[in-house]
């Protein structure tokens, strides 16, 4: 079994920043690709940004030049740092991750969800 275990969001002003870290624990083999989406009241989850096991990124048009996501493969963590935050970006953020196990099993893990909220 693996767990995601996320942390970093709050109440922040516009214009401010953040910064969410999620990490991974349990029977892991390997991580593939890591991602954040986000999911705001009365709306779809949607992706946010991903990282490759190689390091390729990729951004919603939304957060470009705003966010950047990185990894920690050691610490089989991933983080989003936030910038120049919008009342738009008020969601609940999720990261996910594709994990190999111990027991050869790919399969896909979401963590609990942390509440960013951009607000005077």
């Known amino acids: 079994q693996v767990q995601l275990v996320e942390s970093g969001g709050g109440l922040v002003q516009p214009g401010g920043s953040l910064r969410l870290s999620c990490a991974a624990s349990?029977?892991?083999?390997?991580?593939?690709?890591m991602g954040w989406y986000r999911q705001a009241p009365g709306k779809q989850r949607e992706l946010v940004a991903t990282i490759s096991s190689g390091g390729s990124t990729n951004y919603a048009d939304s957060v470009k030049g705003r966010f950047t996501i990185s990894r920690d493969n050691a610490k089989n963590t991933v983080y989003l740092q936030m910038n120049s935050l919008k009342p738009e970006d008020t969601a609940v953020y999720y990261c996910n991750m594709y994990v190999i196990s111990q027991n050869g099993v790919w399969r896909t893990y979401w963590g609990q969800g942390t509440q960013v909220t951009v607000s005077s």
């Open positions: 349990g029977s892991i083999f390997n991580i593939n690709n």
